[in-house]
């Protein structure tokens, strides 16, 4: 008599689920994590073509050179200073425009750091444009 042996079966997991259980997981992790904040600037520009004569008194020139130096018409400051002296000019002419010109070697961190003493300064109009190097 001849016995046959019954085949055995592994044990199978059962995969028809798989695909549910993939897509609540990224579900889950797309609803549960942050996002980073735009980080930048705020600038709100002008629309495009417009263009406003100044006159010179209502201009206050700040230079940013490629060494990292801050100076206000001609004078070499220290950008702690820059708030005051902004503020003050502020005070004495509220339709002034703050030129702040920068130079393309300058670091990067100057001129944020310049254009944040500025805006504590109350400074609501800031002209960014970089300086003409030869």
């Known amino acids: 008599m001849l016995l046959r042996r019954k085949e055995r079966k592994g044990p199978s997991i059962p995969t ?41 008194e209502n201009i206050l020139t700040i230079l940013v050179n490629p060494y990292g130096e801050v100076s206000i018409a001609g004078e070499k400051i220290v950008l702690r ?15 002034l425009v703050v030129a702040l010109k920068v130079s393309r070697n300058a670091p990067y961190k100057t001129m944020i750091d310049a254009f944040d003493e500025l805006k504590a300064a109350k400074a609501e109009r800031i002209s960014l444009a970089p300086v003409k190097e030869e």
């Open 81 to 95: 200073e820059l708030r005051e002296r902004v503020k003050v000019a502020l005070e004495k002419n509220p339709e």
């Open 16 to 56: 028809a689920s798989l695909g549910d259980i993939a897509f609540l997981l990224i579900i889950f992790f797309m609803v549960t994590s942050i996002f980073s904040r735009e980080k930048g600037l705020k600038i709100v520009l002008p629309p495009k073509g417009e263009q406003i004569k100044l006159k010179s």
